[in-house]
């Protein structure tokens, strides 16, 4: 029964996390430029298992209780989103997104954690996946097995952030061409662009 509520957990939360998402492209993208990695990946983690945790010890009812904090959350997003989709758009057109593995374009590690931050807590979605949605789905579970459920959950979200994170190396020699990095930083700008529109034209709910 523990094993059975753990899988449960591991694989709900893997369902919702291993998508294409602003977040997971920009743990993509600092994975390939090997920049900073484990500090994504152990924030990225954390996060996600405090808001997992926090969504099975019941605080994802407040969170619905409160829409109009989640509007909040999907202006200041869509606003984050554009802005930085406009950013990898210029490197596209620029070519100046070519960094190879020596350091060359290196930033600094605040910057990267601040973007990492603004990837996971401005992303409304964020909230309602790992809060409500988990959160209602542990409800299931009775007593121990609603933490097993929960534990199960955030293993599912170390082993995603740390296999992408690290796992992007191996794309690294095809990274060493500025034309993959003039394609991979169009795609992240259509793609931005394209969830900004979408937190804008689409009411959460």
């Excluded at 983690?45 to 409160?66: E, F, N, P, T, W």
């Excluded at 409304?124 to 121990?144: E, K």
């Excluded at 990274?175 to 009411?203: H, K």
């Amino acid at each position: 029964m523990y094993f059975s509520a753990a899988v449960a957990g591991f694989f709900a939360s893997a369902g919702l996390i291993i998508a294409i998402g602003a977040q997971n492209a920009f743990i993509l993208r600092q994975g390939i430029k090997h920049q900073h990695v484990t500090l994504v990946v152990i924030m990225c983690a954390l996060s996600d298992i405090a808001l997992i945790l926090l969504g099975v010890a019941g605080v994802g009812a407040l969170v619905q209780q409160y829409p109009s904090a989640l509007q909040v959350l999907r202006f200041g997003g869509a606003a984050f989103l554009g802005a930085y989709g406009l950013m990898a758009a210029r490197r596209a057109i620029k070519g100046s997104g070519a960094l190879t593995a020596s350091g060359e374009g290196h930033e600094s590690w605040r910057r990267a954690a601040l973007t990492c931050l603004a990837f996971t807590f401005l992303n409304p979605h964020v909230y309602l996946d790992t809060m409500v949605l988990l959160g209602s789905i542990s409800t299931r579970y009775q007593d121990d097995l609603r933490w097993i459920f929960a534990a199960g959950a955030c293993t599912a979200s170390v082993v995603w952030f740390t296999t992408l994170g690290y796992g992007a190396r191996m794309m690294q020699p095809v990274f060493r061409n500025p034309r993959a990095w003039r394609v991979l930083d169009g795609s992240i700008a259509v793609f931005m662009l394209t969830l900004c529109g979408l937190l804008l034209a689409r009411p959460l709910g």
